[in-house]
């Protein structure tokens, strides 16, 4: 069984920065794929981004493309991703996500590819 605990959300201005952290328990952290997504009101939950064991490979869905970064401390047993330029469209609830394999060799934005959640933390960017 893994863990994952996300940091706390919060309310932010469009064009500010956010950076959330999901800290693993429970299991090796390094033999898992990680993942974020978020869910908008109304909406189903969505891939966001996605990076392998080591942090050699990355994806990201394309509207957060050069805004967002995934990042891994394996000694940590963290996940992070940092949020730039924000813009009101990326309100949601962001949730972290594992896959116990090492590379991502799945189809990364399928939601039922993963083995584990957290429970979510509030994003607000307000206009």
């Known amino acids: 069984q893994v863990q994952l605990v996300e940091s706390v959300g919060g309310l932010v201005q469009a064009g500010g920065s956010l950076r959330f952290s999901c800290a693993a328990s429970?299991?090796?952290?390094?033999?898992?794929?990680m993942g974020w997504s978020r869910q908008a009101p109304g909406n189903a939950r969505d891939f966001v981004a996605a990076?392998?064991?080591?942090?050699?490979?990355?994806f990201y869905v394309d509207s957060v493309k050069g805004r967002f970064t995934i990042s891994r401390d394996n000694a940590k047993n963290t996940v992070y991703l940092q949020m730039n330029s924000l813009k009101p469209e990326d309100t949601a609830v962001y949730y972290c996500?594992?896959?116990?394999?090492?590379?991502?060799?799945?189809?990364?934005?399928?939601?039922?590819?993963?083995?584990?959640w957290g429970q979510g933390t509030q994003v607000t960017v307000s206009s």
């Open positions: 996500a594992a896959k116990r394999t090492l590379y991502l060799l799945f189809d990364v934005s399928r939601q039922d590819e993963y083995d584990y």
């Open positions: 429970g299991a090796t952290f390094g033999a898992y794929a």
């Open positions: 990076i392998s064991w080591s942090g050699g490979s990355t």
